[in-house]
């Protein structure tokens, strides 16, 4: 056996786990070699040597400490501890405390008109406008009596403060601002109901319309002369309509002077009405050749909507509508006033001829005057060629 | 052995005096295998203390197919070897910890320091023996983690080869290669001073 076999074995050799052959064998080694004979002993004194460190005994008091240790809760057990025991304590606590979270969601709730509104908006089943269809126009022949919307939800919910509405009252400002074709649609509400001897104002108003988007007569010649108000700025300027529209259900009623029939009273109720209505029924009422009606529209239009840009338009129309009337001097009256306080409508040539014509029929020859204005200020203008035939044969 | 089961149940169900009997029965030898792993009384102390707390808390998981001492010996070993890898990935404190123990060393053989003290014969001799049980500790700090285990297990704690692999869950021929290489290891680190002698 050669010598690095034998130092293989000295671990077995040292545990006395070797036996038979083997053992003989390497006996028989160490006792002819020296050198493993001095390596087995190195290897026994260093075995010895660390055996002799032996067992060490802990402090005094080791197990006690541990115990405590061992008694001694963590952390997480001193926490879940403290949140639930002693139970007789901590459940009476935790279940107040949590009624008064529950209480204090309620409070919250109820004294926050947004989170109510906001409740609402999601869980109301029908639609306030809808609701206020019926209430919204008024009786045929007795005064009106529409509550605006917001005095009527404030009568359903008194304890609701009051800036309730205006969110509604912006946003149906905002509708109308950008939305003309539902401002149409809610026009119907708030328009009285006709009286039983004007058959359908609205079919007419949306025939006139309808004719005032075609070339017609008169209106169509106008047109030609030069383009209506309702085109250049009418119901294209929904700005200044919307205000109004906004103010008729809040504003006090101011009924007309003694409407004398019955469609002064629908004119009375019309506080209500837009110049939209008014303009268009009169524009109606002119085509159907109906101009006393005409001219109340139109005379209503310009005294409540003075500052509508179809004012100088509505003008010549209710002048139109005196000469239809043959009611000349007032004709004259009303042509003077578009000339005088419109002096750059492009209506003014129209408005001069039929001045002029309107003086000579009265037998002003002033209107020879009128014709030549009209021929000097506005030669290219078609109604200067009218103005030169008319001169030629009334004013030699 | 029974005694330990009788203790071990009596523990489980939460008499925490049952468990510090055990601990009593057991504290020599889990501290001795921690002062010679760590080779410093204050952290073996803690590491000791941290075992006996592990092996309550997993009283649950000891079904008793073994005996309870084997089943310690296994928990004490691995949170040895777990412990001195956790602090090797910390070579800061693993360095503090070194030079700790390399001044505690001395600390180790108070048996020889209070029998100078005490004047008792054979002082030189005594004298050699602590110097060499210094060494040694020194050199065995100087071991693998796992040669060193072994090397306690066997030569200092007296566990037999059976219940080394069991405690370490390892083959017999894995346990005897690894204490001779451990044993050869510290014999040639050891033969200067021994040669001296």
């Not at chain 1, 002819?32 to 040597?49: G, Y």
């Not at chain 1, 606590?93 to 919250?108: K, S, T, W």
């Not at chain 1, 601002?177 to 007419?204: G, I, M, Q, S």
């Not at chain 2, 197919?65 to 070993?77: E, G, K, P, V």
């Amino acid at each position: 056996m050669k010598c690095d076999q034998v130092r293989q074995a000295f671990s077995d050799l040292y545990d006395e786990r070797l036996s038979g052959p083997p053992l003989v064998t390497i006996t028989q080694h160490l006792a002819t070699c020296q050198d493993c004979r001095a390596e087995w002993a190195d290897f026994r004194k260093a075995m010895l040597a660390v055996s002799d460190l032996g067992r060490a005994e802990p402090s005094l008091g080791f197990a006690a400490r541990v115990r405590r240790r061992i008694e001694t809760p963590t952390r997480f057990q001193r926490f879940l501890h403290g949140f639930f025991f002693p139970l007789r304590v901590k459940v009476p606590i935790q279940a107040l405390a949590l009624l008064l979270v529950a209480f204090a969601g309620v409070l919250l709730y109820q004294r926050s008109p947004e989170l109510r509104r906001g409740t609402d908006l999601y869980s109301a089943p029908a639609p306030p406008v809808g609701r206020e269809v019926p209430v919204t126009r008024p009786a045929p022949a007795g005064p009106p009596v529409t509550k605006p919307p917001a005095e009527e939800r404030l009568q359903a919910r008194p304890s609701e403060p009051v800036p309730a509405s205006p969110p509604r009252a912006a946003l149906e400002g905002e509708r109308d601002r950008a939305a003309p074709a539902f401002r149409d649609e809610v026009k119907p509400l708030e328009k009285p109901a006709p009286p039983a001897d004007v058959p359908k104002t609205e079919e007419t108003a949306r025939e006139s319309r309808a004719k005032t988007a075609e070339p017609d007569v008169p209106v169509g010649r106008l047109r030609q002369v030069a383009p209506p108000a309702a085109e250049s700025g009418g119901p294209a300027a929904p700005s200044q309509l919307a205000p109004k529209a906004l103010a008729v259900p809040q504003a006090a009623p101011k009924p007309r002077e003694a409407p004398a029939s019955g469609k002064e009273a629908q004119t009375s109720a019309g506080q209500l009405r837009s110049a939209d209505e008014l303009y268009f029924d009169a524009l109606a009422d002119s085509a159907r050749q109906r101009y006393d009606r005409s001219i109340e529209d139109f005379r209503a239009f310009i005294d409540q909507h003075p500052r509508d840009t179809r004012v100088p338009e509505a003008r010549l129309r209710l002048a139109d509508a005196y000469v239809a009337e043959r009611r000349l001097a007032e004709a004259v009256q009303e042509y003077e006033t578009l000339v005088r306080e419109f002096p750059g409508s492009p209506l003014l040539p129209a408005a001069l001829f039929k001045l002029g014509q309107a003086r000579l029929d009265l037998g002003d020859r002033s209107g020879c005057q009128s014709l030549r204005n009209l021929i000097v200020r506005y030669p290219q203008a078609p109604e200067a060629a009218l103005a030169r035939e008319t001169l030629s044969a009334r004013c030699p | 052995m029974d005694e330990d089961r009788s203790l071990v149940d009596r523990a489980r169900a939460g008499d925490t005096q049952a468990f510090e009997t055990l601990v009593r029965r057991y504290q020599r030898w889990v501290f001795t295998l921690a002062l010679r792993m760590l080779g410093d009384r204050a952290e073996a102390e803690d590491m000791a203390q941290e075992i006996l707390l592990k092996a309550y808390r997993g009283l649950g998981r000891f079904k008793g197919a073994s005996r309870f001492s084997t089943w310690l010996y296994s928990i004490a070993s691995h949170h040895c070897l777990n412990s001195l890898q956790a602090r090797r990935r910390r070579p800061a404190s693993s360095s503090g910890g070194a030079m700790r123990s390399q001044a505690r060393v001395e600390e180790d053989s108070p048996t020889a320091v209070d029998q100078l003290a005490n004047g008792a014969p054979r002082a030189d001799a005594m004298l050699e023996r602590a110097e060499l049980a210094r060494v040694v500790q020194a050199e065995l700090r100087n071991l693998r983690a796992d040669h060193r285990l072994i090397l306690i297990l066997r030569d200092i704690q007296g566990l037999s080869y059976e219940e080394i692999a069991d405690a370490l869950r390892l083959e017999l021929g894995t346990v005897r290669s690894r204490l001779h290489r451990a044993r050869m290891e510290l014999k040639t680190r050891l033969t200067p001073y021994l040669k001296s002698e």
